[in-house]
């Protein structure tokens, strides 16, 4: 069984910068495939970031390609998220989710486990 927590939302102005932080309560975490989604309201599910369990290579969105660096911490069991030049469409619920072996990282239906999510609000 896997937990996570995340933290570190909050509400800021565009431009500004945020960090999330996703605690995994798992002795196995570096086995974990992690992955950082958003949800908008009234929207599905946004792929943001992952990180691999075994190289670490990163897969970033599109949407938030050069603004956005998604990093872990085996040794904390903690996954990151460095969120600059923030826009209000970042406005959403970030969630980390956590899998095995994902067949493909960007769907939501491959993770089995997921945090309560923080909301990172940014104003215009």
């Known amino acids: 069984q896997v937990q996570l927590v995340e933290s570190g939302g909050g509400l800021v102005q565009a431009g500004g910068s945020l960090r999330l932080s996703c605690a995994a309560s798992?002795?196995?975490?570096?086995?974990?495939?992690m992955t950082w989604f958003r949800q908008a309201p009234g929207k599905e599910h946004e792929f943001v970031a992952c990180?691999?369990?075994?190289?670490?290579?990163?897969h970033v969105a599109d949407s938030v390609k050069g603004r956005f660096t998604i990093s872990r911490d085996n040794t904390k069991n903690t996954l990151y998220l460095e969120m600059n030049s923030l826009k209000p469409e970042d406005t959403a619920v970030y969630y980390c989710?956590?899998?095995?072996?994902?067949?493909?990282?960007?769907?939501?239906?491959?993770?089995?486990?997921w945090g309560q999510g923080t909301q990172v609000t940014v104003s215009s």
């Open positions: 989710a956590a899998a095995r072996m994902p067949v493909d990282f960007t769907l939501p239906n491959q993770y089995s486990y």
């Open positions: 990180i691999r369990w075994s190289d670490r290579s990163t």
């Open positions: 798992v002795s196995t975490f570096s086995a974990y495939h």
